[in-house]
């Protein structure tokens, strides 16, 4: 059963990346599904941390969906933006806290035998799940390192299928970083700044 449900992850995996890196927002759909089956295999590989943040994947997958349909200006499609110079701040203090904060409680409660690595690949995947739900073209660059610690995590952990999906992820969140740069010079410079805001 845990090879079946890594399988599936590995498959519903690839299809959210292919519809993130076109910027579709029924990524938002398998956004809430793939959490669902990865509950599983993370409970039972012991990455207590991974668990609980498919909880959060699950309601800013809700979040997400509307912003990307409602979010731009007037109620229309949110359109690709810059992360806006004033947040990258809030994001690094986010990140450093809850990692942080991550850690200790997976030192402190639970078996965990890679709590730092565990709490920050969670720590920067809700902050990069957040900037992928503002639509902000550097999410991209936050998905890299957690592409990148997750592959070496699940090969320690061992979840191969899971550690594959990953190490494909790396390449393709950098050409996904390129594209979305692309697709939001090609977007009506008036647009992008209404939405900007």
Same mark, same amino acid.
């Given at each position: 059963? @845990? !090879?079946?449900?890594?399988? =599936?992850?590995? #498959?519903? @995996?690839?299809?959210?990346?292919?519809?993130?890196?076109? /910027?579709?927002?029924?990524?938002?759909?398998?956004?809430?599904?793939?959490?669902?089956?990865?509950?599983?295999?993370?409970?039972?590989?012991?990455?207590?941390?991974?668990?609980?943040?498919?909880?959060?994947?699950?309601?800013?997958?809700?979040?997400?969906?509307?912003?990307?349909?409602?979010?731009?200006?007037?109620?229309? $499609? !949110?359109?690709?933006?810059?992360? +806006?110079?004033?947040?990258?701040?809030?994001?690094? =203090?986010?990140?450093?806290?809850?990692?942080?904060?991550?850690?200790?409680?997976?030192?402190?409660?639970?078996?965990?035998?890679?709590?730092?690595?565990?709490?920050?690949?969670? =720590?920067?995947?809700?902050?990069?799940?957040?900037?992928?739900?503002?639509?902000?073209? $550097?999410?991209?660059?936050?998905?890299?390192?957690?592409?990148?610690?997750? /592959? /070496?995590?699940?090969? !320690?952990?061992?979840?191969?299928?899971?550690?594959?999906?990953?190490?494909?992820?790396? +390449?393709?969140?950098?050409?996904?970083?390129?594209?979305? #740069? !692309?697709?939001?010079?090609? /977007? +009506?410079?008036?647009?992008?700044?209404?939405?900007? $805001?």
């Amino acid at each position: 059963m @845990g !090879r079946i449900a890594e399988i =599936a992850g590995l #498959l519903l @995996g690839l299809l959210y990346l292919w519809l993130e890196y076109r /910027a579709d927002w029924k990524l938002w759909i398998v956004s809430i599904i793939m959490p669902i089956n990865s509950l599983y295999v993370y409970w039972n590989a012991g990455l207590y941390a991974d668990f609980t943040i498919d909880i959060y994947y699950v309601l800013i997958a809700v979040y997400g969906y509307y912003v990307w349909r409602h979010g731009g200006h007037k109620g229309t $499609e !949110r359109p690709i933006v810059r992360t +806006p110079r004033m947040a990258w701040p809030l994001l690094f =203090a986010a990140s450093v806290l809850l990692w942080v904060g991550i850690a200790q409680t997976l030192i402190h409660f639970t078996p965990s035998t890679v709590p730092w690595w565990d709490a920050l690949n969670t =720590a920067l995947s809700i902050v990069a799940m957040w900037m992928l739900a503002r639509k902000w073209v $550097e999410q991209w660059l936050v998905w890299l390192v957690v592409d990148a610690v997750s /592959a /070496a995590l699940y090969v !320690r952990k061992g979840i191969p299928f899971y550690a594959v999906l990953y190490t494909i992820y790396v +390449p393709i969140a950098w050409l996904g970083y390129l594209r979305w #740069l !692309r697709k939001m010079k090609t /977007a +009506p410079e008036d647009e992008a700044l209404k939405n900007a $805001e």
